[in-house]
Nanobody
Framework: QVQLVESGGGLVQAGGSLRLSCAASGRTFSFYAMGWFRQAPGPEREFVAAISWSGGSTYYADSVKGRFTISRDNAKNTIYLQMNSLKPEDTAVYYC????????????????????WGQGTQVTVSS
């Protein structure tokens, strides 16, 4: 069974940085694309970033482009989200997600290709 465990969230002042981690287990991690999503209070979960199974391609929401960096370490079965120049509007619960199919092409901006989700980690940015 696939398990995803996020860590690294917390409280930070505007302009600060955080690095989120997502440790995966339960299948061959390196075969699958991974993504980060976030949900502020409200109904919709928002795409943040995604990375291809090889790590060779990355995708970002316009709202985080240039500030956030997604990466993966297949030897450690872990993905990361480095978040710099944080803004109060980045405040949300951040979730990592794993693709349902191996070697799939990432479709940025949608969550339909992911069927495994972590429990989330809270990021709060104070002004």
């Amino acid at each position: 069974q696939v398990q995803l465990v996020e860590s690294g969230g917390g409280l930070v002042q505007a302009g600060g940085s955080l690095r989120l981690s997502c440790a995966a287990s339960g299948r061959t991690f390196s075969f699958y694309a991974m993504g980060w999503f976030r949900q502020a209070p409200g109904p919709e979960r928002e795409f943040v970033a995604a990375i291809s199974w090889s790590g060779g391609s990355t995708y970002y929401a316009d709202s985080v482009k240039g500030r956030f960096t997604i990466s993966r370490d297949n030897a450690k079965n872990t993905i990361y989200l480095q978040m710099n120049s944080l803004k109060p509007e980045d405040t949300a619960v951040y979730y990592c997600a794993a693709d349902r199919s191996p070697y799939a092409t990432v479709v940025a901006g949608t969550d339909s290709q992911y069927n495994y989700w972590g429990q989330g980690t809270q990021v709060t940015v104070s002004s």
